[in-house]
């Protein structure tokens, strides 16, 4: 999911994922959320330079080909779906928290 939403995003910081997911910053940054997938080289992470305790994760060459690869199976329409019961389940989630 979280490659999915770099993919749409353009890339996010780990505030806007820790938003998307309903849990701190800090748990984006730390975590085997975003450590599994930059040792698997499928996201980077960069230092903004205006503030370098600021961090965006950006999907890498492999990152961009595994989301191509793993979307690619699916027609237009089932996207649309997808996308849909995601923002569903992420509004659901953001009410429970």
Do not use: Y
């Not at 996201?43 to 080909?65: A, F, P, Y």
């Not at 329409?77 to 992420?90: C, F, H, Q, S, Y």
Request: hydrophobic residues 40%; glycine residues 6%; charged residues 30%.
């Amino acid at each position: 999911m979280l490659l999915l939403q770099l993919k749409i995003n353009g890339g996010m910081k780990a505030t806007e994922i820790a938003g998307f997911f309903s849990v701190t910053p800090g748990a984006v940054t730390s975590t085997s959320m975003c450590d599994k997938l930059e040792k698997l080289d499928l996201i980077q992470r960069v230092r903004e330079s205006e503030d370098r305790r600021v961090v965006k994760m950006n999907l890498t060459e492999n990152g961009e080909k595994k989301v191509h690869d793993l979307f690619l199976k699916f027609s237009q329409e089932k996207l649309a779906d997808i996308v849909e019961v995601l923002t569903n389940v992420n509004k659901l989630m953001s009410k429970i928290f």
